[in-house]
């Protein structure tokens, strides 16, 4: 009988997986035919993998259990497309500069995050270039959510000292060590060349076809986990669009937990939120100014999203 080794898989393109052993050997496998089906194994995954006698190749025996899931969901068949696995950090990254900052793609993100159960952290870089952007306010609006921010400048990587947040650099990459990231982020935001100083300029990710985050065209087909000296990062091309619309707008609210809070305090189970809302509890309450600004901003965003995906028939989505 094989030894049964483990691995996990770094790459899968149909029906072969490129997986890499714990001792750090790269290997090409196969798999069982059970495990084929749907969404069985995804990049990310932990195998079990054994050595086929005598046709000189190895074979996926086993998934493990998944710590989380990178997922869109199919509201009419109740159905998740699976792009990837084990991710344990979601890293936002947004421009205070060219593009400038959009609370709205920021809040778009964590909503993903929420439903996939995975920590977000967001990095603000070009701050170089910072001007008129409140960072502070844009920082503590995500404090109640728990999440962490930094401000870097990718262009000057450990050069740069920050001026408004606490965290910068060093505390990035202290974050960031030893974990399975994936980064999202508008176009143009200075994705490459974050991930690319992050890596000690050991890797270009051009050399991996890896494209940037947006509403545009990306270079790769497949799912991919890119091993880098300080952490792992998954690239996967299901991921990359700002589009919520396989969300259930009757879900949402549970995606803005911040929100929810205040929402169970509404008269009315239906409550649109909105100004003239009877018995609304965002407009009822006496809030100090900074708690209404943050607050509002993210009920801004809430009721955009809202907007648009129920905007297609739930029995009408698809994937």
């Not at 483990?6 to 997986?17: E, H, L, T, Y």
Request: glycine content about 6%.
């Amino acid at each position: 009988m094989s030894e049964v080794l483990n691995a996990q898989v770094v790459r899968s393109s149909q029906r072969q997986f490129s997986c890499k052993l714990n001792s750090g050997e790269m290997i090409d496998a196969t798999a069982k035919g059970n495990l084929l089906k749907g969404d069985s194994i995804v990049v990310g995954d932990k195998v079990e993998v054994s050595f086929i006698e005598g046709s000189k190749e190895y074979q996926i025996d086993k998934v493990c259990e998944r710590e989380s899931e990178i997922f869109r969901v199919s509201v009419r068949e109740q159905k998740k497309k699976i792009t990837a696995a084990n991710c344990n950090l979601l890293v936002i990254l947004s421009s205070v500069s060219k593009p400038a900052f959009k609370q709205g793609i920021v809040d778009r993100f964590l909503v993903r995050a929420c439903q996939w159960g995975i920590r977000p952290i967001v990095i603000f870089n070009k701050c170089d270039q910072l001007e008129d952007l409140d960072l502070d306010f844009e920082s503590k609006r995500l404090g109640p959510l728990g999440v962490e921010s930094y401000e870097i400048s990718a262009l000057e990587a450990e050069n740069y000292k920050p001026r408004f947040l606490k965290n910068g650099w060093l505390e990035l990459q202290e974050i960031l060590k030893g974990r399975t990231a994936i980064f999202l982020g508008q176009s143009g935001v200075g994705k490459s060349r974050t991930i690319s100083a992050l890596s000690g300029g050991t890797v270009d990710l051009r050399t991996h076809k890896v494209g940037k985050v947006g509403k545009g065209s990306h270079t790769t087909t497949w799912s991919e986990l890119i091993q880098l000296p300080l952490f792992d990062l998954i690239d996967s091309p299901g991921i990359r669009s700002f589009s919520l619309e396989d969300i259930n707008p009757d879900d949402l609210l549970a995606l803005f937990p911040d929100l929810e809070e205040v929402a169970v305090h509404c008269k009315f189970n239906n409550c649109q939120h909105l100004e003239n809302s009877k018995g609304c509890a965002f407009h009822k309450n006496d809030w100090d100014d900074a708690k209404r600004r943050r607050i509002f901003s993210r009920l801004e965003s809430f009721t955009r999203i809202v907007e648009e995906v129920s905007q297609t028939p739930i029995w009408s989505k698809k994937l």
